[in-house]
């Protein structure tokens, strides 16, 4: 086979699918023929990907070859293992090494030699740390530098060309021992720097002429005698050839083709199940929490996106967790859909339905929200690009590549072990080790401090139900036996607390957090009932009567005397002043309780004066009168123009759903597309190996012509065909059925079902 193209086209079918579901983005869209297919795979950005989804073994065999002289499957068992040869097989099966045939096929396979795709040589400069051969190196030396090099090495100068030199000079250093030795032990130490990569050292003026008679220094030693070879004015570079012989012909340091172990601390599957659970129940109830405040009082969006730094301390001081926390419970909940942005933070109408279904399906909708969003909440309060910081929920936290991470972090957790941060980022590094290090690193760290404060993991091992969500199991079943079922009782004492003995029922817990202030939080739930708590329930429209019936349904002890007291004396109070706008008034059916307004010193600020024995006047607003007057120990409410009761607590707002597309990061192919891929590569290939009859595009009468098409349904023939223009082509079509003036028919020149007017075909012709 003589090129890469070739060897493509002679793969099989299943040899096909094999690699564009390896590769998908071959096939984003799908190329005209094999040739379009061999082409795109050989693109600097085809290769980048695919060596980025390598795996430091792959890498390692990809790398070997590259620097073995004579690569094949022996050479490269010998040079890392019998592991390698199942490694090539893998490499050859995603295009990244072709020529050769299967390990497994023949024994002569084993010899033959190996070669990489075009593009990969380019993609790595320095494979296994090493530099380019000393004839690549000495291409770019002068040729008067080469005469001297060749005369000091005692070889031949008569060659005419600076080629035939630098193969000369290449040839002499291939066997470096004698050469090191008479350079010195200093200069040898200074290769061995070099030996294990990089390859490059920086020394200035590195081009000075210098010859072993001048030679002083051990640089210039070894300059002296192309050891090491000047590539610029300050840089030189060690031969691929010496590096080997230092190494002692061993490609790396350490065994390249096996994984780092599974280490950390033993856990226990059930204790860590019920610690990951319980972190999964205390996630459903933040998300809640916090949804419900920004519900009643949600924050402003910020003009530049994002929420603003004191929303996101107020929202940590509500949740009572660290601000990194709060900003995760935010971007969580927005990733999910039951929050949007429009002038401000609002839960969706996504988020009533939510709260209908049950604490796991809950939950796992949340998991697969976090799995799958590009968006990053570790980057809130970090510095971007301009050196500007970044905001919770805004745009610049979106990283592509952050959902593929965070599958990977869970998968590198071994089972049944907790490990540390470095033995993940390790076995990481294995994996992928073209995609670590920097912002790479760091989503790892918050993928794993994310995960068990979600309730994937627990004292930092993976609960038994995280492994079936990445697969798209369905694991509500088994995390509904784990997490507490909810209760709709809470348990009412005398000192006006409320104890919940466990999560509550939603519509119970809404109505508690309107009427009562939670005091602590753990396994039970405890609430307070204070006057300003029950003041905002009345104020958000519930009546005495109201919150006497919901706390007798939903208590298992009687509502003890005390509570009832308090509820009813703050309902007495609750509207007996009324305040509307005169600028403002203040209303009230007993007089006693004006003059007891009047009497007060601090109510001077309020500027009152008295319309009526029952009325009082304002220059302040309605808003600013009802704040004093709250401030004072009063209860009144707003009046609205008819003398209705208005609400001055609102206690709902939500905003529409918004559309979100599907996140693509690491797009996969199924089989069924692949084979269809496939499919129309055969087509495009065969369609562009058949070459159009000489000559004009075919003419038939047009009755004979209809004809002679029905007659031809199943079998294969050639077309004349005007386009728009009127300009005539010809194609070769199978065609299906003509009716209505139209011919069906399977164009193979472009490898697609297509509609042929009747009236625009000039003729037909057999294939």
Known sequence: MDSYGDWLRGRTDEELRALVSARPELISPVPADLGGLA?????????????????????????????????????????????AAEVV????????????????????????????????????????????????????????????????????????????????????????????????PEARAALEQLAWGPPTGRIDN?????????????????LARALLVATDDRTVTLPREVALHLRRDVVFRDDPLTPPPATGTERGLALTD??????????????????????VDPPPVLRSGGLAVRDLKAAATLLDVSEADAAFVAELAYAAGLLAKESDWIPTRSYDLWLLRDAAE????????????????????????????VNALADESVRTTAPWIRREVLNALPEG??????????????????????????I???????????????????????????????????????????????????????????PLVPELARELALSADVESKGGATVYRFTPESLRRALDAGRTVSELIDLLTRHSATPIPQPLSYM????????????????????RCDDPAVLDEIFADRRAAALRLYRLAPTVLASRLSRQELLESLRSLGFAPVAESTEGGLVVTRTDVQRAEPQARQPHDHEHTVDAGIAAAAVRALRAGEEAAGIGAPLGDPPRTPALAMIEELRAAIGTRLWIGYLDQQGQASSRIIEPVRVDGGFLTAYDQTRASVQRFALHRITGVRKA
């Open 444 to 502: 790892v760290s918050w993928t794993l401090r994310e995960a068990a404060f979600l309730g994937l993991t627990g004292f930092g091992a993976r609960a038994s139900y995280t492994g079936p969500l990445l697969e798209g199991a369905d694991i509500r079943p088994d995390l509904a036996r784990l997490l507490p079922d909810p209760v709709d009782h809470v348990l009412l004492q005398a000192d006006l607390t409320a104890v919940a003995p466990g």
């Open 89 to 184: 097989d893998g490499l050859r099966a995603i295009g990244l090494v072709w020529k050769g045939e299967p390990f497994s096929a023949s024994r002569r396979a084993s010899r033959e030699k190996l070669q990489v795709a075009p593009g990969v040589r380019q993609a790595l400069p320095s494979p296994a740390g090493l530099g380019p051969t000393a004839r690549d190196a000495l291409g770019a030396v002068p040729r008067d530098r080469l005469i001297t090099l060749a005369e000091d090495l005692g070889l031949s100068t008569s060659f005419a060309s600076a080629t035939g030199l630098s193969e000369a000079i290449a040839e002499r250093i291939a066997e470096p021992a004698d050469l090191i030795e008479d350079a010195g």
């Open 274 to 295: 019920q610690i990951a659970s319980g972190q999964a129940f205390t996630a459903l109830r933040l998300v809640e929490e916090l949804l419900e405040r920004w519900g």
């Open 206 to 222: 590195a081009r000075r002429p210098v010859d072993l008679a001048t030679a002083g220094s051990p640089i210039e030693r070894l």
């Open 362 to 389: 809950r939950w796992t909708e949340l998991a697969n929200a976090w799995l799958e969003t590009d968006r990053v909440p570790g980057l809130a309060g970090a510095r971007d690009d301009r050196d500007k910081t």
């Open 417 to 442: 072990l907790a490990p540390t941060e470095r033995a993940v980022l390790d076995r990481l590094a294995w994996r992928h080790p073209r995609r670590t290090g920097g912002l790479h690193d760091r």
């Open 567 to 586: 509820i009813e004396d703050v309902g007495k109070k609750h509207g007996r002043l009324r305040v509307g706008t005169a600028l403002a008034y203040v």
């Open 39 to 83: 082409a795109r795979a050989v693109t600097p950005a085809a290769v980048a990907r695919a060596l980025d989804r390598l795996s430091r073994a792959e890498l390692a065999v990809l790398e070997t070859i590259l620097v073995l002289p004579s690569p094949s499957i022996t050479a490269v068992r010998k040079a890392l293992g019998p592991a």
